[in-house]
């Protein structure tokens, strides 16, 4: 349970909480469990804090301060953390259903498990940021920098993408299913096991990615995997060691130097690819 004293100086408005703040900054406050939903604590300085399982769902916690503070299980359904300050915080088991989390900073933040389906996430800062198993369906990642980011088993389909830095990003057993990824910058990405059926790379760039398959991969119901659309894709001195790229369409793909040994490629199209030192035995 919450502080009765740290719950009643916060209930008093940011203003006064923030001076308590300055005034005892050694003091970690204890909020957990607080039912603050619907609160109005814009530019609210919780770094440090303990908020596990707190209520903080519809609350307007626009440009706050979370730095390194403890959110495991907290709620924050369909609430405003817009360019809060996340950094560094545990956030594993959050559920930010429905959230607004535009230009947030939630670099190196860990978000384990968290639940952010129909998430607003766009120009968030995640870089480093470990969400394994997340569940983002219909997310809106648009802009985000995932740079080095850990989504390995994460849940992505109808996840928006659009001009995403996702530079040495973590896929691996990610759930893409359908899902845009054209002209995105993949470089370094690790796609071991993820599940693309149907998604579209038309001139994605997934130079030295990592597909190689030797983990187990999604199936769904034991049927084969979709067509994926690679047209025009660069994958120079990519990694596709045992990749399943069944049905694939790399026309006009740049696999210049791209290991291929003991990749599937029934049914690849592979007219007008550039394979100048591609290494398929």
Known sequence: MANQEHLDILRQGCQVWNAWRKQFPEVHPDLREADLHE??????????????????????????????????GMTGIQACFVRANL??????????????????????????????????????????????????EGAD??????????????????VILQDALLIGVNLTMALLRGVDLRGLNLRGAHFVGTYLREANLQKANLQEANFNRNHPRWTEGGGE?????????????????????????????????????????????????????????
């Open 39 to 72: 609160a109005n604590l814009a530019n609210i300085d919780l770094s440090d804090a303990d908020l596990y399982f707190a209520n903080f769902n519809n609350a307007n916690l626009q440009d706050a301060l979370f730095l390194r503070a403890q959110l495991p």
């Open 141 to 158: 990642l648009s802009s985000a920098d995932l740079r080095g980011a850990d989504l390995s088993g994460a849940l992505m389909e109808g």
């Open 225 to 281: 995997p979709g067509p994926t659309e690679l047209d025009g894709a660069d994958l120079r001195g990519a990694d596709l060691r045992g990749a399943d790229l069944r049905g694939a369409d790399w026309h006009g793909a740049d696999l210049r130097g791209a290991d291929l040994r003991g990749a599937d490629l029934d049914d690849v199209d592979l007219s007008r690819a550039l394979l100048d030192g591609a290494i398929f035995s």
């Open 87 to 136: 950094h560094a915080a545990n956030l594993d088991g959050v559920e930010f259903v429905g959230a607004d989390l535009s230009e947030a900073i939630l670099s190196e933040a860990s978000l384990q498990e968290a639940t952010l389906e129909r998430a607003l996430l766009r120009k968030a800062d995640l870089r480093g940021a470990i969400l394994p198993v997340a569940g983002l």
